[in-house]
Nanobody, 124 residues
Framework: QVQLVESGGGLVQAGGSLRLSCAASGRTFSRNAMGWFRQAPGKEREFVAA????????YYADSVQGRFSISRDNAKNTVSLKMNSLKTEDTAVYYC?????????????????WGQGTQVTVSS
């Protein structure tokens, strides 16, 4: 069983930056594609970014393309999401997630493991 623990959320002004981190347990981390989703109040959980097991492939939602960057360190079992030029509409609970396959996916039901979430609030 893989456990995921997010950190790094908080309150930031529009235009600012934040870095989210996710620490994963388990010996097969490098075989797991990882991703980030977010959920705002009253809205469905939506895909943000994903990275393949090797880190060689990344994929982003159109809404964050060019502003967010996902990366991973397989030696440390961590995945990060650097968020720049934040907008008020980025406010949400952000979830780290992983799946038992090497390649990325963009829908929640394709992922097997979920963190508890971390709140990101962007003020105007």
């Amino acid at each position: 069983q893989v456990q995921l623990v997010e950190s790094g959320g908080g309150l930031v002004q529009a235009g600012g930056s934040l870095r989210l981190s996710c620490a994963a347990s388990g010996r097969t981390f490098s075989r797991n594609a990882m991703g980030w989703f977010r959920q705002a109040p009253g809205k469905e959980r939506e895909f943000v970014a994903a990275i393949s097991g090797s880190g060689g492939n990344t994929y982003y939602a159109d809404s964050v393309q060019g502003r967010f960057s996902i990366s991973r360190d397989n030696a440390k079992n961590t995945v990060s999401l650097k968020m720049n030029s934040l907008k008020t509409e980025d406010t949400a609970v952000y979830y780290c997630t992983g799946r038992g396959k090497l390649w990325v996916a963009t829908t929640p039901d394709e992922y097997d493991y979920w963190g508890q979430g971390t709140q990101v609030t962007v003020s105007s």
